[in-house]
Every structure is written in structure tokens, then in C-alpha cells.
């Protein structure tokens, strides 16, 4: 199994959603790097279920646990460790279902491939809380960037029918204030509240939603990314499929090019203040694989939760006839709030490797 | 550079747009796998440009020549190698861009990273020319994977406005005989001929479209594919984010499935034949990052090529004046029809080696 | 830093010697498999020193804890991760050789690279104590290879002046019982007296002696290894040299080859109960990095531990002086004993990931 | 299989002994690195057998042809590419031993592990003309490494029962021209003239011979070299251990360390010219697996050349009998001297490659 990533700064995740604990190993932190508790805990907090009208009923405190790797508040060179404990587990509701797999989860095919053995108890290492590690990573990773004036941030773009994009020209800095001060995570107050309001419809039909999350990083050096296999949007896309529930990335104009002739597609490069810029970004800040000098702009499209109370037809792989479940576990009827923060860290994780892997991190 | 990829089946590719030749290094074919340069040379010839109305006229035969790896028309353990030789380069038209970049290519932030040494002529490895020798692996990987029932076909979906998709229904075989009947690789001939009279309007423009790519892979082994970082979905949109001109992957209802309800993206599991089946796929064959035995659908946005005959404003780097450009060079006004059979091969080369990854081909 | 190693049985080491804890995560363990923590900790005990007369003064307990990946005594697909505490650990001493690096220590080429960043307390992560986690993963190994009859041992065959071979008929469970039986590891009780007298002799100087640890593979199926840069002797030695303080590998004939005709060095092939053999084994079981299906053999020369009592010479790197040292830590006269199991567990770790490369254990 | 090398300059190699060509790709040669053809050729050259009394009958011109990868005399971001032809292939004498492995050679287990479909004529990618590749390699990475002012020669230590160690303080420059001078390597030109007899002597009785070479590289970076398991001892004899032949690998005192004491054989710290070295060099140049500043030194085992022209026992696989053999293909009684430059190149280009990890070259 492939739980880790990266070529410089390598993530490994372990533990599994019903087990004791989930955490991240790092190997590759420069030794000396500021390790920032309170930064990691801001960001574990971002990624836990707030309000009461969006998230599920399962509520974990999620406290960082660094169990290594970390002297005098930097990196001392050996692997960086760090977990939360998962304290709210109850695993009846998953061990019923062991012969009627839950439609849109991994159970089925993870049974095929995996047979008696693999815990798939609460969706085992295939369950979103295995992001956890990834935030915990991603705010490592944007430490180190960070005093290269690189920063990353994320927000809630789309939920269902609800779709609300963040000005081209908004401040990083206000785009992290916005996204943090309601509870969906978009930057606009009044689209935020219909996509609250979509989330809640959803929530009292015992059903789910999806949507988009945009990632934009700021200031990344031009040059950063590496030709082809390792391109930007390579390394990212593949690390941004990783996370539970993400069916679509794009990246600039995306899909959206299709219906743009390349000159309406392609971005002049013009002079602003000295540095060379484009005075669009339908590139979405990457050409050839690597950055361009401007913001770079990833798009996410996430799944509607898999997990909803209505009830579903599936089969019985026992007795290999037709079968009906109503999944009782505790659920979100949209991650897309809580994956804002994940695929914000993926980023950061991501850029940091490649910084390092070009040297721009020396 | 990075000019690899691949666990099992380990791909390089080597050579440049404008140097002698391009060409692919394949390790860890088994020993014993029957190559078929027929089959290979017939892939190839479906990327070179075809008609009159639609293609560059840059004109090569594109003949494959293999260098090693191959006895008895069989792989033999030793590294395969094969290259085609570049025969129509005419580098002048690259020279006098060297201070000006094209807007859209990846010159700037190539020249800024790599610095005068790098040969960036023609595009250097960035050039959509380096997709040879994923045509050749790819034609290789669809050798190991038909002989257990897994088959894999491509079509051109969409081309500017004009989409069509293939019936959900249809059969890979025929998907495949009709996409290489017209040049523009749709299987909708009413639609096939909209699109090529779409390309040509942009080609008297002197102007270029997008468009979009599906993939679809019938017979996968339940369970293909390793769980989060290598998921199905990771792999292969690392491999296809490799591509040139990529900006956009999705799989199943990938960007769609933001405005279903989980009610209605959840495919539900029913018995069909006697086989674990989904009664839809929206999941496009991939749930947890692992085949369910659906077939896998992807879609795969292409820009519009960069390099158009209009005049663009771009910056003179050496004078840091702007200046304008007009790139003479011979181009496709759509790349899109030959990225078919490129993005085809690039998915049967992450699945053989997925497969061999899991033991699947053992 | 590269804390990992293998291919599909990936392990990372984490820790440091003077941190809380040491372990190991271990990425692909076959779901399923048994992890016996009985055999687990019967290993460390055995890495542990023992005699008084042999041994370091620092006495730490070395309890297994499994903190991942076992469900119901079997792995289950998530990493594994096991870890033991550093309960014995005394800072002082090491703090004030900051400025003057003890002789045959990582401590100054560390510092040079890694600056005042590094945990070097106690050698950090270049410490002998990291191969706790090299002996937790060994004794999963051997418990993958056993069922497959591949059987790994190994026993100290020279401490200082005094060798003693295990004869090459006897028995590997013989050669497991007997090294176990007396402190230092020997095979031949005699030869065992005459060692532990070299260490208590060297002890009582305030010195230390090496030695030599011969490991044997019995079982290896026909063809295991990788051809050119995987070969067995390659993969083995990389990880051989990765245990501190060796300096020296050398499989079957190894050194004393050089003195042979290739006549005399050439190993007959015979077929033995029906099976093909080789008559001698001076190849140790390896033709070409594959095995031969005779016993793998290998000698691992371990230097004479670098901390000792006596006074030594060094240079103060902040006065830039020459300078004086007694190193007053407490040491093993003799890690040799020690680094049998580790030796052993090593072994078994390599070949249970070449196994598993190469298909030997689907 | 598993032809590559390296984690930042990735060798890559091609070809089999009897095909028509061998060679090797490389990626990650920094833009702009010059590219000496002549050096290249100089130390193939090097390679060649070329006393009439000591070589193979088999004369090979060995011309490189540089296929990819150079632009005016300097890598150019593209993968590097070059062979030599295979001119001289004579495939008879292999046929007919297709059932009867050669001791000594990889034949029989290779054919268990792969079958009839692998390609073993000649060796195949058994044979020590696959290290063509790195002797390429190595001339392209001593050019990287000698502006930074890191130098690497080998020389022949040891044949038979002569061994002639070079002075310590022998300059590099010195020991490469001595060893050039006699076409058995040596620096010594009585003990060459005594090893030359030596290699007469086994090659008139149709038998082979043995020998050690060693490496000495001056000038590595203190600090070079990654812990654990990417230490310098690791990664070299990784590499080392991977060239055909070679059975035994130590650094420094190696396996002579175990005779020595603690206080004898750690190395005291010195101010020499300012600069912090070792007074003595029993390290090798290495501790903790990281450069100290002072001569790395390795000895490298290589084994009695197993092609011998007597009759040899071994078995019939088809027959299931005993048989005999005698090899008359065209093979050097000693390939000790045409390893020289073979093991210097294994180091240069590990040096080169651990030196781009570590942000040595940037």
C-alpha cells in the first residue's frame, strides 16, 4: 500500500479512521525549520465539522500530539511525527455492513483487493480522516514557504447550484480572513449563506452535496515545478486525487479553455513594476509545467458526501442477492467546508517538495 | 529533470523537439511480453497529423525504429529502447524568439529556471513532440493488458462548442473503429464534421481551439489501482497533467457531480451476469482509488494550442521593452484529434503498471 | 535525510537516540500477514545487552509498543508502526563535546552539514539505537519468509583475533540455538570464552574491540534479486552499510576470492535430492544478484566502537585549539554481540522486500 | 528489472552484450554541464583490454556516439544519451550451452527467473559489458565534480597473491598517471610487472584470476552523504556490488578494523593548514556515513574471472544429468585492470549524484 508521497519532504501517512489515532511522519523538514504548534492546531481546528447546521455529528477534539522530530520548536533532523487520537469511534454502525457494500465507497472493491484482513472500519486508511496528516503536513509546509513570501490559501467556491469566485485581484490575506469567518468557507457573505442554506436542505432530506474548492498560492518563484512527469500540475493533481471524494482538478481556465481560441487563451506577458508578468492568468500561474510568476489557481471538484441516510440499493455479497442499507454512522452532508483546509495543506506540501527538489528552498 | 515515471513499468523519455530523434526507455517489461511494432507503428502514425484541413504542416514519417530490448518479437529482460527521428526541423523560426517569449509556451519561465543552456528549441522537452514515446509504451502496455480482457479506447468528446459523447452503451471496438474513422477522432460523424469545420474556421483565422479528450478503460480488475496516494485517479492524472496543453482531468461526473445530490451520484451495486456491477457510473469505474469494475472514464481538457499566426503582445527580455510576436513556425490550429491516441496510450501504460504494482498481470 | 529504505516493504526509522522513543513504520506489509509481538520482542531482547561483563551500563527495557496497522495479531493494511521508549537517557554527558567532536563519531561531518539544528545528543539519528527499528521490522520479515521456508540466521564469527566458522553442513536452527546460547553470539562455546575474554580485557583498558558478523539465508528461492542495481548483493550491502559501524561486506568467498583460480572459485553444479545445487559455495548463493538456491552468505565486518574511555585527541572547533577528550558516556566495549540480530533482521527485511518485488510471495 | 541508478542523476542502462549495442541514459545532468567527449573516450578506452598478454580475444572499438541530451558541447535539460556498438559479437559459443549453465555465471538462475524469453547470450544484461554505461556516466560525472575541486582515481590494489597499496600521501594526479602507465593498473611498476606474470601464468593454464581494486576520491565536501540509509558506504557499495564480479566491499580499514582497538583505530581529530582533518585515516573518509574531509577510500573485491577455458562439471537442465563443459568463448584471464575504471566512474558518479541531493553542486 502507498501511503506516502513526495520526493524531498516525504509524507507518510499511518493509523486508520477507526484505530487508535491518525498521524504523519515527515521526513526531509530542513533541520532548523520553526515547527509552529499553534499554526499545525489553527489548522486541525479549520478542518474539524463547526456549525451545527453543516457538520457531522462526530466530534473529536483533534488535538496535535508531536511525537518526534522537534527540538527547542524546530526540526531536529530525524523523521517528524505527530497524531490526534481518534476518540469518538463507534464501530457497530460499520460492522453490519461488512457484506452490503456502501454505494460510493471503497468497501467493495477494497474487499475484492483486500479480503478479510483489511480494517475498512469507518472507511479504514480509504476514510477522509486520513487527512488529517495532510494538514498537519501542509502547515509545516507553509512555514517553510512563507518567509520565501510564498503563501498559499483556499476557499469554498462552489456548493451544489451555488457558485461564488473570489475577485481575481483579492488579497491572499483577505481571502484566508473571509474564508475563515463563515462556516462554508467562501469569501462572499451573501453566497455563503444560500450555500448554507443548500447544505441544510440537504442535511434535513438525509442527503448530501457537492462542490468546488479554488486553491490559490501567491509569490511561488517562476521556474518552480520540474519538466513533464513532475510538472506543477502533475505533482499537485496527483497529491489532490488522494483525498477522499475529489472527482475533478483543473487548473487556470481549465475546462473552460475548451471554448477559448487560443488567442483569447493564450496570456501576454507584460512588464508590472519591473517584473514580468501576464496581464490575464488563464494559465492559471503554470506554463510548460512550471510557474509562471503569478498566482497559481487550482480548482477541486468535490463528490456530494457518499455517506447519506436515505436508503440505497446494494447487493449482499454473501448470500449474492439484491439488498437495501441506510447508512447510520454519523455524517456530513458536505465536506467541501472541511476540505478547504485539506487541499489548502495538500498545496503547501506539494510546492514545499518541489521547492526543495529545484533548490529553491537552499 | 524528471523525464520518468512509473513504478513497475518504468518509462524515460528522452531526445528534444529539434534535436535528432524522440524516443522512450521502457524497464520492467516482463520477459517474454510480445511486442508488436505493427500495432506500434499504427499508433504512431494515428498521432501524426492527418488531413490537410486540420493538421501542421510539419511533416514527419514518424518511423519507429527499436534500438534494444526485443528478441524474436518478444521483450527479452533487457531495457527496451525506440525512438522515431525528427526529419522536418527547421529551427530558424525558434531563434529569433529567444528574448521574446511566446505568450501561452513555456519559454519564459523555462528560461528564467534552465538559463540559455537549456535547448528550448522547437520547445525542447517541452514540446507536445516528447508524447512519442508515451504513443510507443502505451502501445506496448495495451499488449500486456488485452490478453486479460482489459482494453482501453479514446475519442475526441468536444472540439470548441461542438460535444458529443459516445452512447454509455457502446462497445470499446466500435468506439475505437469510429474515432479513427473521421480526422477529428469524434464518433458521431454529424458532430465530426461540425468540429472539423469548427478547426478550420480557426485555422483561416490563423487562430487555434481546445477541446476535450475521453478515456475509457473496460475490463479492469476489481480492486486495480493502491490506495490514497496512488490511487487510480492520482496516477493517471499525473501521467495525463504530463501531457502538453493539459489543464483539466475528471473522472465519472467528475465537475458534473458537483450539482447531484448524494442520493444521485451513489452508483447503486446490483448483479449483472453474476457480477458485482454498479447500475450507474457516475464513479467513472473508481471508488476509494480502486477499480470497481465499471469501466474507467476520464475526460481530459486540452487548450487551445498556443502557437497561433495572429500577432501577440509578449516582452522583450534582453531590451525589457514590450514587444509583439508573431509565431511562424508550422502548427496545428487543434491538437486535440492527435492527443486522442496520446492520452490513450498514457492511460494503458499507468494501468499495466498499476497492474503490475498489485500482482495483477502475474 | 533518507530514514527509508525498500521498495514495496517500505520502513522508515524514527527517533533519536536521546528523544523519547525510537521505531519504525512499516509501509506494505501484505494485509493478513501475522505479526507475532512475542517474536518481535524475543528480538529486541536479543539486540539488548545482556552480560555484565560484555555489556553498556545504560539498561533501558526496550518494550514493544504497536502503535499501528495490527488488527486482531494480523497486519491490516494501514502502516504499521511499533515503537520502544528511550527510558535510560542521560544528556549531560554528550553536551560538552559539542565544540570538540569525538574521534570515529558522526559528530563533526554532522555538525558541518546539518549546523546547530541537529539533535545530536547521543549520536541523534546516528546513533546504534535506531536499529531498534531495523529489528522490529526483521522479525516481522522473518515471520513473512518463514511459512515460504526461507530461514535467516546469523551468529558473531570474529571478535578481534578470535574466529570460529559455523561449519557449513550445520543446521540453521542449530546455528539460531547456539548463537543464542552464549553472550557473545558464537557458534563454538570454546571459541565464545575466548571472545568474551577479548571484551573484558578491552573493557578493562577502557577500550573496545570489533568483530565480525556472518549472516546465512537458507531457502532463498531460485532467482531472487534483480538483475544489475538491484542484485542481491547490492540491496543487502546498502543496507548493511547503513548500520553504524560497519565498514566492511563481503559474500561468500568475498575477499579470500582474490587468491583463487577462477578453477577453484567456480562452484559445480550437481543435482542434489533431485534439485540443482552447487557442490561448493564460494558464490555465497548469489550468481549474477540472483540466488542460487544454495545458502546466501555474508561477513559484515564491524569496527571496534568509537566511544571509548581513554583519553583522545581532538579540536575544539569554536577556539580552533587542539584539544583533549574523555568520552564518559556509557558504552559497550564491544557492539559486536549486539549486532547479530540486528545483522540478521536486516537480512530478512531485504529479502522479504525482493520477494515481494519479485513475486515470490503472491 | 532494474536498470537505474541514482535519486538526482539517474543513470539508466541499455543494451545487452550480444545486441547490437549497449549504453546508457541520463537524467539530471544540470543545463550547461559541459559534456568531454574525449574524456569519455579516454576512459572507454581505459576500458578496453589492451595488453596482448592479458586480454580478451574479443576487440571492440568501443566509439561513443552521444545520441541525446548535448547542445554545443553541454548538456542541454534533455535526457543524455550515448552507446558504443557491439562489433564483435560472435553468438555461437553461447547457443550451445543453453542447458548446461557455466558455473560461476548468472545462467542458471536467470533461466529459472526468466525463462527462455530472456536474452542471455553473451550475459546479456549480465555481462560486464553493461558497465560501458557507467563508465560513461562516470567520465560525465568527474567532469561535474572537478571544478568543484573533488577528484577520483582508482588503481589495481591487489591480482592474485601480489598486492601494492599506493603510499597515502600519493598525489591523485600521480596515482592516476602510474596506473595508466602498466595495462595491469598498478602504481608500482615492479609489483605490475610481478602482477602481469601472474596473469600470464593463469591465462596459459586457461584458468582466471582475482584482484582488488581500490578508490580513492579527494576533496569531497565534509558533510557529504546522507544518514542512514543513504550514507556513502551504502551508496557506493550499492553501486559497486552491482558491477559483475565484484563480492567484497570495505572502506578505510575495513575488514582489517576488527584486529584494531577502539583507541587505535578512531582516527584523531587535527588542525592541518586550518583546516580540520583527521591524523590518521582509518575512516576512510567516512563517519556516520557522511564525508569528513579527509580521502574516501574503498577496496573493492572482484572475483577470478568465471569464462575459464577448463573443463568444468556442471548439469544438464533438459537431461536432468550430469555434464561437463568447456567455455570457449574469447575472455580475459583477469578483468581486475579493466575494472579499474569501471569502479572509479561507480564512484565518481554516486559522488556526483549524493552531491546534487545534498545541494552540493548548486
Known amino acids: 500500500m502507498t501511503m506516502e508521497f513526495g520526493r524531498r519532504l516525504r509524507l507518510g501517512l499511518f493509523g486508520t479512521s477507526h484505530g487508535p489515532e491518525v498521524g504523519v511522519t515527515i521526513d526531509g523538514i530542513p533541520a532548523g525549520t520553526p515547527i509552529d504548534r499553534a499554526a499545525i492546531q489553527a489548522d486541525l481546528d479549520r478542518r474539524r465539522p463547526v456549525g451545527r447546521r453543516l457538520a457531522t455529528r462526530r466530534q473529536e477534539e483533534d488535538l496535535l500530539v508531536v511525537d518526534g522530530g522537534v527540538s527547542d520548536g524546530r526540526a531536529n533532523g530525524s523523521t517528524f511525527r505527530a497524531h490526534v487520537a481518534n476518540t469518538d469511534v463507534r464501530r457497530e454502525p460499520y460492522d453490519k455492513l461488512r457484506d452490503t457494500p456502501r454505494p460510493g465507497h471503497a468497501d467493495y472493491p477494497a474487499r475484492v483487493r483486500y479480503g478479510e484482513a483489511a480494517d475498512l472500519s469507518g472507511g479504514g486508511i480509504f476514510s477522509g480522516r486520513m487527512t488529517v496528516g495532510l494538514v498537519i503536513a501542509g502547515a509545516i509546509a507553509k512555514?517553510?514557504?512563507?518567509?520565501?513570501?510564498?503563501?498559499?490559501?483556499?476557499?469554498?467556491?462552489?456548493?451544489?447550484?451555488?457558485?461564488?469566485?473570489a475577485p481575481e485581484g483579492m488579497d491572499p490575506a483577505e481571502i484566508a480572513r473571509r474564508s475563515r469567518e463563515h462556516e462554508v468557507g467562501s469569501v462572499d457573505p451573501a453566497a455563503a449563506e444560500r450555500m448554507a442554506e443548500e447544505i441544510a436542505a440537504a442535511r434535513r432530506a438525509g442527503d448530501s452535496l457537492g462542490g468546488i474548492v479554488e486553491v490559490r498560492a501567491y509569490g511561488a518563484p517562476v521556474g518552480l515545478g520540474e519538466p513533464f512527469f513532475d510538472s506543477l500540475e502533475s505533482v499537485l493533481a496527483h497529491a489532490y486525487?488522494?483525498?477522499?471524494?475529489?472527482?475533478?482538478?483543473?487548473?487556470?481556465?481549465?475546462?473552460?479553455?475548451?471554448?477559448?481560441?487560443?488567442?483569447?487563451?493564450?496570456?501576454?506577458?507584460?512588464f508590472r513594476d519591473g517584473q514580468v508578468r501576464t496581464e490575464t492568468n488563464r494559465a492559471g500561474g503554470i506554463l510548460g509545467g512550471l510557474a509562471t510568476g503569478m498566482?497559481?489557481?487550482?480548482?477541486?471538484?468535490?463528490?456530494?458526501?457518499?455517506?447519506?441516510?436515505?436508503?440505497?440499493?446494494?447487493?449482499?455479497?454473501?448470500?449474492?442477492?439484491?439488498?437495501?442499507?441506510?447508512?447510520?454512522?454519523?455524517?456530513?452532508?458536505?465536506?467541501?467546508?472541511?476540505?478547504?483546509?485539506?487541499?489548502e495543506a495538500t498545496t503547501a506540501a506539494v510546492l514545499a517538495d518541489l521547492a526543495l527538489v529545484g533548490g529553491f528552498l537552499a
Open 143 to 165: 512555514g517553510l514557504l512563507r518567509p520565501r513570501g510564498l503563501e498559499v490559501v483556499a476557499y469554498t467556491r462552489t456548493i451544489g447550484p451555488v457558485d461564488a469566485a
Open 241 to 270: 486525487f488522494s483525498v477522499p471524494a475529489v472527482k475533478g482538478v483543473e487548473f487556470g481556465a481549465g475546462f473552460a479553455s475548451v471554448r477559448l481560441r487560443g488567442s483569447e487563451h493564450n496570456d501576454p506577458f507584460v
Open 295 to 343: 498566482p497559481i489557481v487550482a480548482r477541486i471538484a468535490v463528490k456530494p458526501a457518499s455517506s447519506i441516510a436515505v436508503r440505497q440499493r446494494t447487493v449482499n455479497l454473501a448470500t449474492r442477492q439484491p439488498a437495501e442499507i441506510v447508512v447510520t454512522g454519523r455524517h456530513d452532508p458536505c465536506i467541501v467546508p472541511r476540505a478547504v483546509v485539506v487541499l
